[in-house]
């Protein structure tokens, strides 16, 4: 028998930190607007599209922010609020699908195969989510629309913002192909600049290789790769997956030399991790800081508490304070990332239907 077409939404809030912040502030509309501190070691959390034009990027020093466009208004992050209108998009999606996958406060993915509305076709599903969004909040989102979650998250950048893009089976594969391997959604600059080096610039480059090539060079993620390159991704949306981590990234676009820059990019990244916990409802023992330098050289530090740790001020101090065990730091900082581990559930998850088949 064969498998059902599966019909997956990747939904993703267009600038959403600073799109609420304009939505809020009349003032701020039109206007360059980052969220984030505008002191010299401060680094920008989200950048609207106006300041985007001028290269300002999430992860950005202020700093550098201001001195690509001089008229940028700063704005101090107000995660409450955020997390408050994301309850309001999850309401949205929840009367289209119990299937909901929440990547974070503004993404997630939603398998409308069978869905409350009785519609067949995810394209037109997408479109209305995307209309109650805006006139229930006010704010914009581009969707991604395809068979699985690897192509579904690709599509939803191509018509950003406030679009939405389909990738059929028929065009899946070929679609894949003709991707540069960097836009692949899990392979970061360093894999792609190995790939590249192994003469892998495309999907197709990527196909072209058997698996025991892959994985020699790629280890474990070799098989994922042989996959995605054949437009190939069995994920299902789990909307009660047993999480082992909630963490949070950042390369920055300047490295980092100063000891309170580089603590003030932990302390930026915390309010993502902690928003991830109170949105699904964890708590965690142990907190792990992940530094890598300009060359590449990673280090990580991590700490086990005999309690789960219920508030933010805690993590934040133990994450500082592994950061601090570290110093003097050798070389100039790249990238950092902090997580929380051994993760309990709040609350016990509600069973879900699990559904089948349709069409785009």
């Excluded at 309850?87 to 909901?100: D, H, S």
């Excluded at 003709?178 to 792609?192: N, R, S, Y």
């Amino acid at each position: 028998m064969t498998a059902p077409i599966r019909k997956i939404i990747h939904i993703d809030m267009d600038a959403f930190y600073a799109s609420v912040e304009q939505r809020d502030d009349p003032d701020l509309r039109g206007k360059p607007v980052a969220v984030g501190g505008p002191s010299k070691r401060g680094v920008v959390a989200a950048a609207s599209y106006e300041a985007r034009a001028f290269g300002v990027r999430s992860a950005m020093p202020s700093v550098t922010a201001a001195r690509k466009c001089p008229e940028l208004v700063f704005v101090k992050p107000r995660f409450d609020v955020y997390k408050q209108v994301s309850r309001q998009i999850r309401e949205i999606f929840a009367r289209y699908t119990p299937l909901i996958e929440p990547l974070s406060l503004d993404e997630a993915y939603l398998d409308v195969t069978e869905n409350l509305k009785d519609n067949p076709s995810a394209t037109l599903i997408a479109r209305e989510i995307r209309a109650q969004i805006f006139e229930e909040t006010g704010l914009t989102a581009s969707a991604g629309v395809s068979y699985n979650k690897f192509l579904a998250k690709i599509a939803s950048d191509y018509r950003k913002p406030n679009g939405q893009f389909v990738i059929t089976p028929d065009v899946g594969e070929a679609f894949v192909g003709e991707l540069k391997v960097g836009k692949f959604h899990g392979v970061g600059p360093a894999t792609a600049e190995k790939m590249n080096k192994l003469g892998i610039f495309t999907g197709a480059d990527l196909r072209a290789l058997p698996l025991d090539v892959l994985q020699r060079h790629f280890g474990k993620s070799g098989a994922w790769y042989y996959a995605i390159s054949r437009g190939e991704d069995q994920r299902s949306v789990k909307p009660n997956r047993q999480r082992k981590s909630v963490g949070s990234e950042t390369t920055f676009f300047d490295d980092l030399g100063d000891p309170a820059e580089i603590e003030d990019g932990v302390i930026a990244m915390l309010d993502d991790v902690w928003s991830h916990c109170q949105t699904g409802g964890f708590t965690g023992r142990t907190v792990t800081v992940k530094i890598k330098f300009a060359d590449f050289q990673i280090i990580t530090r991590s700490r086990s508490l005999a309690y789960p740790i219920t508030a933010r001020a805690q993590l934040e101090q133990t994450a500082i304070s592994l950061v601090r065990g570290t110093y003097p730091l050798p070389k100039r900082v790249r990238l950092l990332g902090v997580t929380l581990s051994n993760l309990e559930q709040d609350e016990a998850p509600s069973p879900t239907p699990q559904l089948d088949l349709g069409l785009l």
